[in-house]
Nanobody
Framework: QVQLVESGGGLVQAGGSLRLSCAAS????????VGWFRQAPGKEREFVAA????????DYANSVKGRFAISRDNAKNAVYLQMNSLKQEDTAVYYC???????????????????WGQGTQVTVSS
């Protein structure tokens, strides 16, 4: 079993930066693929970024490419999402998710992930 806790959200002006963290408990986390997803009010959950177990494979939504960077530190059981050049449309609750199986690939499909955190709010003001 893996438990995930997101942190680092908050209120930031457009053009600013935030770094989200996803802290995990459970000794299998280092083998998991991890994804970040977000959900804005009135909208469906959408994929943001993903990373495989080793950190060598990453994937990003087109809307965040070049602005966001996902990374992980398996020694600390943590995954990070560095968000730069934030826009108002990035406002959402951000969730991290981890796979139960060995995460060979970074994947954008939510169904691939078995464990989900409670989310952290990111609000970007104009």
């Amino acid at each position: 079993q893996v438990q995930l806790v997101e942190s680092g959200g908050g209120l930031v002006q457009a053009g600013g930066s935030l770094r989200l963290s996803c802290a995990a408990s459970g000794r299998t986390f280092s083998r998991s693929a991890v994804g970040w997803f977000r959900q804005a009010p009135g909208k469906e959950r959408e994929f943001v970024a993903a990373i495989n177990w080793s950190g060598r494979d990453t994937d990003y939504a087109n809307s965040v490419k070049g602005r966001f960077a996902i990374s992980r530190d398996n020694a600390k059981n943590a995954v990070y999402l560095q968000m730069n050049s934030l826009k108002q449309e990035d406002t959402a609750v951000y969730y991290c998710a981890a796979s139960r199986s060995q995460g060979y690939f970074a994947t954008s499909y939510a169904i691939y992930y078995d464990y989900w955190g409670q989310g952290t709010q990111v609000t970007v003001s104009s």
